[in-house]
Nanobody, 129 residues
Framework: QVQLVESGGGLAQPGGSLRLSCATS????????IGWYRQAPGKERAGVSC????????YYVDSVKGRFTISRDNAKNIVYLQMDNLKLEDTGVYYC??????????????????????WGQGTQVTVLA
């Protein structure tokens, strides 16, 4: 039974920081690429950052480059998203997910597709002055 549990969200001011966690179970995390996806108000769920199964390859959408850092601890079955220098446009519900594509870039840019349905409850990130 695949389980994904996001946590760590909250309220932050512009320039602040949050660290999101995705605790996984029911599958061998070490065998899967995984990413963070954001659903902003009135928008479709879209990729933010993705990481390869080994952690050696990462991808960030342009809007978060230099500010967010994705990492993983396969031994603990946890994926992290360190969010620094937060901006108002970072607001949204953050989910972790693992739609598998041929590249990490494709995973973030193309995914998630309509057939992927392994999500947690998400964690709310709100950035406001």
């Amino acid at each position: 039974q695949v389980q994904l549990v996001e946590s760590g969200g909250g309220l932050a001011q512009p320039g602040g920081s949050l660290r999101l966690s995705c605790a996984t179970s029911g599958f061998n995390l070490a065998n899967y690429d995984i990413g963070w996806y954001r659903q902003a108000p009135g928008k479709e769920r879209a990729g933010v950052s993705c990481i390869s199964s080994s952690g050696t390859d990462t991808y960030y959408v342009d809007s978060v480059k230099g500010r967010f850092t994705i990492s993983r601890d396969n031994a603990k079955n946890i994926v992290y998203l360190q969010m620094d220098n937060l901006k108002l446009e970072d607001t949204g519900v953050y989910y972790c997910g693992a739609p598998q594509y041929s590249t990490i870039e494709a995973m973030c840019v193309r995914g998630p597709g309509p057939l992927y349905n392994y999500w947690g409850q998400g964690t709310q990130v709100t950035v406001l002055a």
